[in-house]
């Protein structure tokens, strides 16, 4: 089984809730096969509402009909469905595939290298709105106060390259999460409330409420 260790700790998940072998065969009867991170993925994380439907949504079992592509299985999309996340039709044997976005399924372009940093990386965009304690705000950065970021939280280790010109995670917890989006504009959120006040008594001081 896949290791979704950061995904749970980040968001307190200490029992599986995920789809049926059958309902999940309903993505691999459109190419055939699936890799083995997805149907871990939709098998243990899959029905986890707050982790896969807060902002943007896992396509679910029973809606991949109306993602069909001829070259990529769409099984991730946006909340005004702008843009999609999908693996190519020939990596699907492979366990681990890239991911790739797509504006309106029209020029698809790398996204991240496996499936496993693409579910990590959007379970931290989710967390930004998702846990129990959220900032409720962007914030506008300059420069020097992302070099203040980078140089006091911990880099999580994921980005998200094309979607809002490039998303970077960082925190100090294993339930927290500072979201940099495009460079210039955060939010943040944590699961344990004394994380979220850390934070908070010195991002809320950075930048421009939005």
Known sequence: ??????IKKLF????????????????GDIFGSLPEVFTDYYSELGKIQNLN????????????????NNDYLIFYTENQHACVWGIYKDNLSS???PVYMSYYQKEWNLETETLTDFFTAMAFLQAGFALEFTCDTFYEIEPHELDFITQNYSDKGVTLKQWLEGI????NYEDDV???????????????KNHFLEMDKILSKLGAEL
């Open 168 to 171: 970077n995670f960082y925190g």
């Open 1 to 6: 089984m896949t290791d979704f260790s950061i």
């Open 53 to 68: 439907h807060t902002q943007d949504s896992l396509v679910i079992p029973e809606r991949f009909q109306y993602y069909q």
């Open 178 to 192: 500072i979201v940099v989006m495009g460079g210039n504009q955060i939010f943040y959120s944590a699961n344990t």
């Open 95 to 97: 366990p681990n595939p």
């Open 12 to 27: 307190h998940i200490t029992v599986s809730c995920g789809f049926t072998n059958e309902e999940i065969q309903k993505a």
